[in-house]
Nanobody, 116 residues
Framework: QVQLVESGGGLVQAGGSLRLSCAAS????????ISWYRQRPGNQRELVAT????????YYADSVKGRFTISRDNAKNTLYLQMNNLKVEDTAVYYC?????????WGKGTLVTVSS
């Protein structure tokens, strides 16, 4: 059974940095594509970043490009999102997700709050 658990969220000042983690079980992250989404207050859930199964091609939303970095540690089977130069508009609940055998699994999310 696939399970994803996010952590690392919290309160940070604008311009600061934060690293989110997504611990996976029931799936080998290096064999699958996995993504970070976020849901900002009053908005729909949106794609933030994706890392490919081979780790060769990554995707970033325009709003975070140049500031966020997606990566994984294969030994720990954990996904990361390094967030730098945070802005107030980055405030959201952040989720990791993976698609396996036509079924999508979501974590429960971790809240990031950026203060001005």
């Amino acid at each position: 059974q696939v399970q994803l658990v996010e952590s690392g969220g919290g309160l940070v000042q604008a311009g600061g940095s934060l690293r989110l983690s997504c611990a996976a079980s029931g799936i080998v992250l290096s064999d699958n594509g996995i993504s970070w989404y976020r849901q900002r207050p009053g908005n729909q859930r949106e794609l933030v970043a994706t890392i490919s199964s081979g780790g060769m091609t990554n995707y970033y939303a325009d709003s975070v490009k140049g500031r966020f970095t997606i990566s994984r540690d294969n030994a720990k089977n954990t996904l990361y999102l390094q967030m730098n130069n945070l802005k107030v508009e980055d405030t959201a609940v952040y989720y990791c997700t993976v698609l396996k055998n036509f079924m999508r699994t979501w974590g429960k999310g971790t809240l990031v709050t950026v203060s001005s």
